[in-house]
Nanobody
Framework: VQLQASGGGLVQTGGSLRLSCAAS????????MGWFRQAPGKERAFVAG????????FTADSVKGRFTISRDNAKNTVYLQMNNLKPEDTALYYC?????????????????WGQGTQVTVSS
């Protein structure tokens, strides 16, 4: 599975961005998907996960109410809508795919990773 993340950029505090992750190489609807992020000097952290059908999602407490994960299986794409961005959201954001119907919060449970897209939030 190849994952291509896009949509990152520079935004002011309170702004919004929508990340996309396009998958290829395997039936996308058989994969659970997740978004993770890693800030400089910090460990990679789970952000959000979605099951194979899109019927179940979970977001980390740090972004709950501001970030929403969704997927379009017809387009082989998963999205992360990020609203009310804060400087502490600045990080390299990665999408990941798991050969599972259900998402995981642990990064080691994912089988495939995208290259990351940078999100920078200025104060």
């Amino acid at each position: 599975v190849q994952l291509q993340a896009s949509g990152g950029g520079l935004v002011q505090t309170g702004g919004s961005l929508r990340l996309s992750c396009a998958a290829s190489g395997r039936t996308f609807s058989n994969l659970a998907m997740g978004w993770f992020r890693q800030a400089p000097g910090k460990e990679r952290a789970f952000v959000a996960g979605i099951n194979w059908r899109g019927s179940s999602t979970f977001t980390a407490d740090s972004v709950k109410g501001r970030f929403t994960i969704s997927r379009d299986n017809a387009k082989n794409t998963v999205y992360l809508q990020m609203n009310n961005l804060k400087p502490e959201d600045t990080a390299l954001y990665y999408c990941a795919a798991a050969s599972s119907n259900h998402y995981y919060t642990l990064g080691s449970r994912y089988d495939y990773w995208g290259q990351g897209t940078q999100v920078t939030v200025s104060s």
